[in-house]
């Protein structure tokens, strides 16, 4: 199904927070962190259950975003709740479409039979790149893997995003959850260079998936777009180093 068009007045609203075009040496991607939450912020009704927050003019929103990042990256869950398609459709541009990055330490994901798998067929998405602890044990056809060491529990994005950069050339990267991703980051501002987020007009209740930092953060360079149903909010990270 092809997506609504994008309201004109999200472009000039978007611009500032969205990735520059310098592509000198950098030694990590630009990053934007972006997603839906209800009211009461909360990014699905129930743990596993693929919610849709937004509204058609958000969702395409988040396409005009795809279609500028070189990567987009997800949790293992959201990829096994929600079977993402993670390609571009805005314009049908699909050739714009971002390179999938699935955190995936344990190899429960298969990109075979997914739905990534088939726009990739299809030629309308790209195959993603698997970031995984140790040798994989099943390699899959067209999946680039990205090995961290047997002993690490959780990756470092400090690490991951540097490795993306210098091995997969990647210099945009956004981030689009889910929750426990959304909450690691959050605590990384460092690392955050634009802060993108749609609040839908829902609450979603006590069951919802919720996002929230571990402390209290302050925001700058705030913006905010008001649509037929939701609105989004940009904004940057004050003080960065020290969250
Ligand atoms: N509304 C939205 O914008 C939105 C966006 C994405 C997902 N969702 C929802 O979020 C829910 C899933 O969120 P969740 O919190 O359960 O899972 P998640 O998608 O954040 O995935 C968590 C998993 O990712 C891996 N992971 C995360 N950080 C890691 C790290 N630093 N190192 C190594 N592995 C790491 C681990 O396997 C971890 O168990 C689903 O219901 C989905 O529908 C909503
Ligand atoms: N912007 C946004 N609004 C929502 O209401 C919602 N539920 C998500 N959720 C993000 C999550 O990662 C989804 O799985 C992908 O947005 C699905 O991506 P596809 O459309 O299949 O490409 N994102």
Redesign the pocket.
């Known amino acids: 199904m092809s997506l609504a068009a994008l309201r004109d007045d999200l472009v000039p609203f978007l611009a500032p927070y969205l990735p520059s075009n310098d592509v000198s040496a950098k030694e990590r991607p630009f990053i934007t962190l972006?997603?839906?939450?209800s009211l009461d912020s909360?990014?699905?009704?129930?743990?596993?259950?693929?919610?849709a927050?937004?509204h058609s003019e958000t969702k395409t929103m988040t396409h005009y975003l795809r279609y500028h990042h070189d990567g987009i990256l997800?949790?293992?869950?959201?990829?096994?709740?929600?079977d993402?398609g993670l390609n571009c459709k805005f314009n049908d541009e699909f050739e714009k479409s971002p390179r999938p990055i699935i955190?995936?330490?344990?190899q429960?994901w298969r990109f075979q039979g997914s739905q990534m798998y088939t726009l990739y067929k299809q030629g309308r998405g790209k195959p993603p790149i698997v970031?995984v602890?140790g040798a994989p044990t099943l390699r899959e056809n067209d999946v680039d893997y990205l090995i961290?060491s047997q002993n690490?529990?959780?990756?470092?994005?400090e690490i991951?995003f540097s490795r993306l950069e210098a091995e997969f050339g990647l210099h945009s990267v956004m981030v689009?959850?889910?929750?426990?991703?959304?909450?690691?980051l959050l605590a990384r501002g460092d690392l955050v260079d634009s802060l993108v987020i749609?609040i839908?007009s829902v609450f979603l209740g006590k069951n919802g998936?919720e996002v929230s930092p571990a402390n209290s953060l302050e925001l700058k360079d705030i913006d905010w777009w008001n649509g037929t149903r939701d609105a989004i909010m940009c904004a940057r990270f004050l003080n960065p180093k020290i969250v």
């Open positions: 972006t997603y839906a939450q909360r990014i699905s009704a129930a743990p596993g259950v693929r919610t927050i937004s997800i949790g293992s869950r959201t990829a096994l709740a929600d993402p955190l995936d330490l344990s429960k970031v602890r961290f690490e529990r959780y990756i470092d994005f991951l689009e959850g889910g929750a426990f991703v959304i909450n690691e749609t839908g998936v």
